[in-house]
Each structure stands twice: as C-alpha cells, then as structure tokens.
C-alpha cells in the first residue's frame, strides 16, 4: 500500500436602485423572518468532539433532510432558538466534520464558500442578512450527500496522546507540514490551536497555504476564508476548522512532495529565495500604480518566473507593494474580460486571498514572498487550454460605453444578461471618478447575487471583487469593476429556485 494512503487512512481514523424596476421586488419576503443585526452578523464515538453548546445545532444540520432543513431552521430562528451566528457556527463545523478537504474544491466549496456568503449577509440591509445564510445550508445538504456517495468521510478526534506540548507545537507543525506528514500534522495543530496566538497561527497556515499551486488557489482561499469565519464564530471552535485546513493543505499528487521537485512547488522555492533579495526598507517605496505598469506586459506574456523577477526587481527600485498589488489585482480582472472560465474565476479569488493575507501578516519576509507567489501564479492561471483562445482584451485599454436609457442602472443590469463587454463598457462609463455610483452597482449586483446565483463560485467571486474594489487605486477601481461583470448575474438570468423555496419557508 502507497505511503500517503497510509497516512490518509490514519487521518481518517484519527483526524478523519430601485427594487421595482430591476425586478428585486421578490426580496420583500425576507422581513418576515426578521432581522439580523449587524453586530449579531459580525460578531459521536468516531467523531471529532464538538463544544456542548453548538453540538446539538450542528446535529440539526447534519441530520434533518435536505428537504426539510431549511424550514426546520426557519422555525426555529422565528420561535427565537437559534441565533444567525449559532447557524453560522453551526454551518461551518458541519462542513469541517463530515466533507472532505480533498480535493480543495469542489464538493467542499460548502465550506470555502461560507465566509463569502457570510460577507454578503453583513453588508447588506438587516432584513435581507438571512437569504446568503439559507442558501449556504442547502449548499452544505448537497455537498454532504456527495461526500457519502464518495466515500462518507468524517472528522474523527485528535489522538491526545500525540498532541504536543504548547511550546513544541509550532516546531512540530513546521516538521510536518514540510514534510508532508498528515498524521504528524494533525496532532500538532491541535497542540497550536490550544497554545499559539490568532497572529502566529495565522502566519504559519497563510505561509503554507501559499507554497504550491495545486487546487488553483484554493489552499490559499480556504486558509483566508477559515480564518475570517472563525473570527466570527469565536476562537473556541477553531480546533477542528484548523485541523481540516492542515489536512486540506497537504493535499497533493503522486509521491511526497518533500522528495521531489513537483511543478507545483518550484514557484514557491525559488521565491522564498528571491525574497531574500528585497531590501529591508521596502515599504518606504511610491505607491504610484504607475509605477508597477512594467509588471502588466510580464503578467501576459511571461512565465511565472518572469513574473516573480519583474515583481522583485520593481521592489528593489523602491515601488511599493501595494503598486504590485493593484496591477496583479486589475491583471486578475483582465483574465476574467478575455476568458470567462473557471480559471480565470480562480485567479480572482485567490489573489483576493493572498491579498488579505498579505494585509493581515507582520512578517515581512512572509509579506515579500506573498507579493512574488502571487505574481507567479498570476501566470499560471493564464495558461490557456488546448483550441481555447482568449479575447484580446486589456483592462489598461478599457474604453467608456453609452448609457443609452433613462435608468442608468436598470440598463446595465439588463445588458450584463445580454452582452457583457458591452455592459463592462456601461459600468466604466457610470462609475467613472463616481464611488457613489459604483456603490450603487456593488449594492444592486449583490441584491441579484441572491436572487439569481446558483453556485458556490457566484458568491466567492461577488465577494472577492466588492472587497478588492475598495482596496485599489483610484485610477483602477473602476476598470476592475467594470471587468467584474464577466462573471456577474443580470436583470435576465435565470432565478434560482431556492429563492421560492426560502419565500415559502419563512411566509
């Protein structure tokens, strides 16, 4: 038997504008359950052990049907038993307990995706806060019954005994996660999770979420979209959430990664060296995104390696970081404009990811190597498949298109179902040097994120381009935004049926 089937089987044993005319009136049924205040929103044997409070709710989750969960919650949150951050607990320790991290995707979007649909609750009005919530518990139902199918994976409980002492953990987890050692990691983690700071922890898990590119990113999302969960369900529930993540960030193909030079991994060894060659000042540099426009033409038509040199060598010359990071973020844009694909889908939300991360880190050596590891994958998102070529589109060259009606936004939604360069060229035109108006885009594309979104990948994406918007320069905010509507849902879509569904649940 393959050694790393081994250690999995040990894991699994041990660690096993206006609503009317954009057509939002269908909405209006939310009020009924209630409202959810923003500062709530915020704020077995061979199982893992849960604490006793949450316990009972994630067994409610697990166990009541699909067809029936989401009116058994909606009972219970209108008779005033459950809380909107009980049911969000509840969600994400059901998914780290009973799906299985591998691959980082797929089925296991029903976790990767709760952080997004939890952002898409908070900054929307209070009456509207349940719809992302309800929508992401059927998520789950659907993703467990494809994890029963596949093999009923569970979490089981640590092995105790293997857990090491506070102050050893963090170097046993570092021996483990190099390598490659699932049970070794597994135990250690618990040992971090009881001893280590929120800040140190997350250090290591963005370090090693970031190494490889296996997944397409989503090590690097679910290491950000974990860690902001827990914070709003509390630091108590973070054991078992971490331990999936080690687990999740050890997956990989063929032989122990730690014995040979995967493709995957050499992005990330040759950068941890090249970060070695940025000067210690190099936060003192301009901000101009102008700046870092030599990186753009790497970006297109470079290898990774190229694109890691280019990125280090404008941090050498004193441009500061956060220059790259709005031309790697306006270049992720860019993808999604000339390929509408999974890939390029990808591209956004995991440099969305590392970009948390590098804002959230004080360790500028991990910093520098999350600016070159995006740079790096930039390019390998690029990759273009066999006879599938890409529009020749270019977000530096992005022209204003006509508001040609008397409502604004009403046109640019329509045109997002109907012509999407077209409705890009709209949104530039109405958002331009205007944050008011570009805020009332973000508000009206989340209102038809709930409405008409049917997937995982809907609510990450939505999540990721509101979050990063604001973060740019304000000479790209507007382009990145315009180039969203690639992959945004329109007046036209089709609505998702849940919706009726939710509607009849909390009438």
């Known amino acids: 038997m393959h050694s790393n089937d081994l250690s999995r089987r040990r894991f699994l044993t041990r660690g096993s504008v206006a609503a009317a005319s954009l057509g939002l009136n269908d909405l209006l049924f939310l009020p009924t359950l209630g409202k959810v205040s923003a500062q709530e929103a915020s704020a077995a044997p061979h199982l893992v052990v849960l604490r006793p409070e949450i316990e009972p709710i994630v067994r409610l989750i697990e166990d009541t049907p699909r067809d029936r969960l989401m009116e058994e919650i909606g009972h219970q949150v209108k008779a005033g038993k459950l809380s909107y951050q009980e049911i969000l607990a509840g969600l994400q320790l059901a998914g780290v307990r009973n799906i299985q991290p591998r691959p980082v995707g797929f089925k296991f979007h029903a976790v990767l995706v709760i952080n997004s649909a939890h952002l898409a609750s908070v900054a929307s009005p209070d009456s509207e806060r349940w719809l992302p919530i309800f929508w992401a518990l059927d998520n789950f139902k659907s993703s467990q019954q494809q994890d029963v199918v596949q093999g009923d994976w569970s979490m089981g409980p640590v092995v105790e005994s293997d857990v090491p002492a506070g102050h050893t953990a963090v170097r046993a987890f570092r021996v483990a996660m190099d390598n490659w050692d699932e049970a070794g990691a597994d135990a250690a983690v618990a040992g971090l999770a009881r001893n280590v700071s929120v800040d140190e922890l997350f250090e290591l898990f963005a ?301």
Not at 208 to 217: K, M
Not at 324 to 347: C, N, P, Q
């Open 207 to 507: 370090e090693y979420g970031s190494r490889d590119f296996r997944d397409i990113g989503h090590k690097a999302i679910y290491v950000a979209n974990s860690f902001r969960t827990i914070e709003s369900i509390g630091w108590q529930h973070a054991e078992p959430v971490l331990r999936s993540l080690a687990y999740a960030l050890l997956a990989h193909e063929g032989d122990n990664p730690a014995r040979r030079d995967a493709e995957a991994d050499r992005p990330g060894r040759q950068n941890r060296e090249l970060a070695k060659t940025i000067p210690d000042d190099w936060l003192a540099g301009d901000p101009d995104p102008g700046r870092a426009a030599s990186l753009l033409p790497v970006l297109r038509d470079g290898t990774a390696v190229d694109a890691s040199a280019a990125a280090a060598e404008l941090l050498r010359h004193r441009v500061h970081p956060q220059a790259l990071w709005d031309v790697l973020l306006g270049f992720a844009g860019e993808l999604m404009m000339r390929r509408s694909d999974i890939l390029s889908l990808h591209a956004i939300t995991s440099a969305n990811a590392m970009y948390y991360a590098y804002r959230r880190v004080n360790n500028d050596p991990l910093r520098k190597f999350l600016v070159l590891q995006n740079a790096a994958f930039m390019t390998l998102f690029r990759r273009e498949p066999e006879k599938i070529a890409s529009k020749k589109r270019f977000i530096d060259q992005m022209q204003p298109g006509a508001i040609e009606g008397d409502s604004a936004l009403e046109e640019i939604f329509a045109t997002i179902s109907a012509d999407k360069p077209a409705a890009a060229a709209k949104v530039f035109a109405y958002c331009k040097d205007d944050p008011a108006r570009a805020r009332e885009v973000i508000d009206t594309a989340r209102r038809f994120l709930f409405l008409k979104g049917n997937n995982s990948h809907d609510y990450k994406y939505t999540a990721a381009i509101m979050e990063d918007y604001a973060q740019l320069a304000p000479s790209l905010r507007d382009r990145y935004l315009a180039a969203s509507v690639f992959n945004l849902r329109g007046s036209g879509d089709t609505e998702n049926p849940l919706v009726a569904r939710i509607r009849g649940a909390l009438a």
